[in-house]
C-alpha cells in the first residue's frame, strides 16, 4: 500500500486549499478513505472519511461546511478541498486508507503527510 499526499502550503485566513492522495498497491474502489490530521504538539484527528464508492462523506464538526471529500475511483485518488480555512486548520493532513469498504476512521495505512499552513 502507498499512499502520497500533495497540495500542502500556506494559505491566508479564510482561503482554499486542495489536497490529494495517489493511491496504489490495492484495490482503491473496495475500500473507505479517510484524511486525518496532526496540528503541532496535538495527537492524530480524524477530518473526514468517504465510502469506496462515495456515495456517504462524513466530517468532522471542526471541519463541516468548510471542507468536501471527493474521490475518482478511475484515478486512484482521494481529494480533499479545503475552503474558508483558519489558522487552527494548520497541521500535517494524512491520507488513509480503511480496512473496509464502508467504515471510516479506523484507518490501516497512512501516507507520509503533507504540511498545511494557515497564516496571513
Known amino acids: 500500500v502507498q499512499l502520497v499526499e500533495s497540495g500542502g502550503g500556506l494559505a491566508q485566513p479564510g482561503g482554499s486549499l486542495r489536497l490529494s492522495c495517489a493511491a496504489s498497491?490495492?484495490?482503491?474502489?473496495?475500500?473507505?478513505m479517510s484524511w486525518a490530521r496532526q496540528a503541532p504538539g496535538k495527537g492524530l484527528e480524524w477530518v473526514s472519511g468517504i465510502y469506496c464508492d462515495g456515495r456517504r462523506t462524513y466530517y468532522a464538526s471542526a471541519v463541516e461546511g468548510r471542507f468536501t471529500i471527493s474521490r475518482d475511483n478511475a484515478k486512484n485518488t482521494l481529494y480533499l478541498q479545503m475552503d474558508s480555512l483558519k489558522p487552527e486548520d494548520t497541521a500535517v493532513y494524512y491520507c488513509?486508507?480503511?480496512?473496509?469498504?464502508?467504515?471510516?476512521?479506523?484507518?490501516?495505512?497512512w501516507g507520509q503527510g503533507t504540511k498545511v499552513t494557515v497564516s496571513s
Open positions: 488513509a486508507k480503511e480496512p473496509a469498504m464502508d467504515n471510516v476512521g479506523e484507518y490501516d495505512y
Open positions: 498497491g490495492f484495490t482503491f474502489s473496495r475500500y473507505a
